[in-house]
């Protein structure tokens, strides 16, 4: 009886999931007119039109490969410095190191809005608006504490013996970093991997602050999409769709990694 109602509890907990991207599909296969006009479970008259526009139009399908650019960008910057400072906070006790890690962890709790200004400011001071790495670095303020907290724990359930042994082999710590120390890790890079990209692919606030043509991102478009007939919400749907699509393939490829992250890191 137990696990009956277990099932049942999950599968309600699905369905109110799926709903709201069944939704989104629905409405990304309608017109506009039907979708205003109408109240449908499936689509009156299919048009795969919406996601034509949105391939075609470079005002749309720029913001995509923005988004894509900024963000991958983000991920190798956030993991190349989290990496080494883990690493210190994992191995050595310094004077302040936990107040140090701990300073860290606050930037990641502040709201992205109380950074928006100053970014802003030095960023027009410098030349950097409205640049991929403008809004790259900006999202390293949150995305780096994040990544060094999760590879912290990582590391630390890695034996110090293991770096005593390669010195004595004569590893130098680059080579060791790199070709021994890392591959102990790769679940807690492939977790840190997927948080920083999830953070920096559905921010919103920074990446329409920082940026207006050049770099915009594909959020940033959807929020200032309006026709001279008002909302457009077919083109809005099939771009809400696509938004999708690359956090699922993500998740897909390091879902392996976030199990073992949830079971062995700080997740």
Known sequence: MRSKSSTIVMAVYILCLLIPIYWLINMSLKTNSEITSTFSLWPQTFTLQNYVTILTDPSWYMGYVNSLIYVTMNVVISLTVALPAAYAFSRYNFMGDKHLFFWLLTNRMAPPAVFALPFFQLYSSVGLFDTHIAIALAHCLFNVPLAVWILEG???????????????????????????????????????????????????????????????????????????????????????????????LVIYFVRNYIAKGFALGRV
């Open 154 to 248: 990582f590391m630390r359930g890695v034996p110090k013996e293991i770096d005593e042994t390669a010195y004595i082999d004569g590893y130098s710590f680059p080579k060791f970093f790199v070709k021994i120390f890392m591959p102990l890790i790769a679940s807690g890079i492939g977790v840190a991997a997927f948080f920083c990209f999830m953070f920096s692919w559905v921010e919103l606030l920074l990446s329409r602050t920082l940026a207006t043509v050049n770099a915009k991102s594909i959020a940033a478009t959807m929020t200032r999409t309006v026709s001279a007939s008002g909302m457009d919400w077919g083109v809005l749907a099939a771009a809400g769709v696509l938004t999708i699509v690359p956090g699922a």
